[in-house]
DNA sequence: TCAGACATGTAAGTCGTTACATGATTCA
DNA sequence: TGAATCATGTAACGACTTACATGTCTGA
């Protein structure tokens, strides 16, 4: 049961919170979500196109003037509807294509100090990514605590089309920190890893 | 520095190990680095042809009869050398794009009985994974201490082009079993965090 | 007035999957 | 003799990236 059309989907979901512009979109994303997701212009723009012919969203008429227009996408009946029906098919499970893991099973025939070289690397890399999202959830934590929220939350949260009740606005802001906990643990665990390949190949 | 044509160099490095056919090759991938790559057929044989127009890989003149026969790809000189620059570049860091991520953080809006239900879905698919690779590592781990490799991986492990030393048999087992053991500690994160999310949302 | 953010869009190319088509060999 | 596995290959499609082209608005 292979869910294909992944960004048209994501876009459809990201409008059920709020209508939003190509470019808020991919500020969101960029911003939010990515250390789970990523979209780019070359896939936006022409599935806000093809979501609009299929009356699954609407396009405004367009601020500003001349060539270079504002245009606010919105969600439609329709597209809720569809929305509803994929988020409750089973995801299918992501494609595995670790290249870092690749290149150390394939390092096995060249001298240990290479090996040692792709996961020092790859630990790096991973404790930086790390670092940021620990200082996220510093953030998102005590925003939380004391019910105030920074821009860049407001901005991923808000939902203009109608008030959001309390008790909403706290899902909301939990989903949010759980992501976040999602890549935390999994991240950590890709450091304890290289720790375990280090200790081991330099005894 | 992104480094594209991974099939190009998954298919280099496993034919560094020993010569094979394409089929080889897919079945290599399938049985003994599923948990960190995959190949379909479509990529391989034209990418194989590819390498063969470099002068990275060599092509056999076939055994058996008529139209179906069985080619050995084998590495030149020249794609040792390709491989090795290659494995000395940094990967790229993977692009992420996790489906169920995305379906929790937008399920936000809806009950939090769908909510669990994709938490609850995620965490029985990583489970199942996590029991096979476990076993596995069962597997490989009383192999590597009698010395005695069960037939699937004397497979994908042996290298009939030059005898292996001791030593360097023991390095592959190893790297071959901490591939395994990244495998086992991103499932177990994962499934960790399902827990976490679990006991959150159902008080 | 100039830089930088805001904003939309397309073309070309790469990458990857799926489905199909074909045939050989082995062994029960 | 028929099923399973071994084996190679292509065509069509779909997904995704990259680079480019263009233009507007805001504030220092």
């Given at each position: 049961?292979?869910?294909?059309?992944?960004?048209?989907?994501?876009?459809?979901?990201?409008?059920?919170?709020?209508?939003?512009?190509?470019?808020?979109?991919?500020?969101?994303?960029?911003?939010?979500?990515?250390?789970?997701w990523n979209?780019?212009?070359?896939?936006i723009?022409?599935?806000?196109?093809?979501?609009?012919?299929?009356?699954?969203?609407?396009k405004?008429?367009?601020?500003g003037?001349g060539k270079?227009?504002?245009f606010?996408?919105?969600i439609t009946?329709r597209?809720?509807?569809?929305f509803?029906?994929?988020?409750?098919?089973?995801?299918?499970?992501?494609?595995?294509?670790?290249e870092v893991?690749?290149?150390?099973?394939?390092?096995?025939?060249?001298?240990?100090?290479?090996?040692?070289?792709?996961?020092?690397?790859?630990r790096?890399?991973?404790?930086e990514l790390?670092?940021?999202y620990?200082?996220?959830?510093?953030?998102?934590?005590?925003?939380?605590?004391?019910?105030?929220y920074?821009?860049?939350?407001?901005?991923i949260?808000?939902?203009?089309?109608?008030?959001?009740?309390?008790?909403?606005?706290?899902?909301?802001?939990?989903?949010?920190?759980?992501?976040?906990?999602?890549?935390?643990?999994?991240?950590?665990?890709?450091v304890?890893?290289?720790?375990e390949?280090?200790?081991?190949?330099?005894?």
């Amino acid at each position: 049961m292979s869910t294909k059309q992944k960004t048209r989907f994501a876009l459809l979901g990201l409008l059920s919170w709020k209508p939003m512009s190509g470019y808020d979109i991919k500020k969101t994303v960029d911003i939010g979500l990515s250390h789970f997701w990523n979209e780019n212009y070359g896939q936006i723009y022409p599935t806000l196109d093809s979501l609009v012919t299929e009356g699954m969203v609407q396009k405004s008429d367009g601020e500003g003037s001349g060539k270079r227009k504002r245009f606010v996408y919105s969600i439609t009946g329709r597209g809720e509807k569809a929305f509803r029906e994929w988020i409750s098919l089973p995801a299918d499970p992501p494609v595995v294509r670790n290249e870092v893991q690749l290149k150390f099973f394939l390092s096995s025939s060249l001298p240990t100090k290479k090996t040692l070289k792709i996961v020092r690397n790859y630990r790096s890399q991973q404790q930086e990514l790390l670092q940021g999202y620990r200082e996220s959830e510093v953030i998102l934590r005590r925003a939380i605590e004391c019910d105030e929220y920074p821009q860049e939350v407001e901005e991923i949260l808000t939902t203009p089309k109608r008030r959001r009740s309390a008790d909403q606005r706290a899902k909301q802001c939990t989903i949010f920190l759980l992501t976040l906990r999602h890549g935390i643990l999994v991240v950590e665990s890709r450091v304890a890893w290289c720790d375990e390949v280090i200790s081991l190949l330099t005894t």
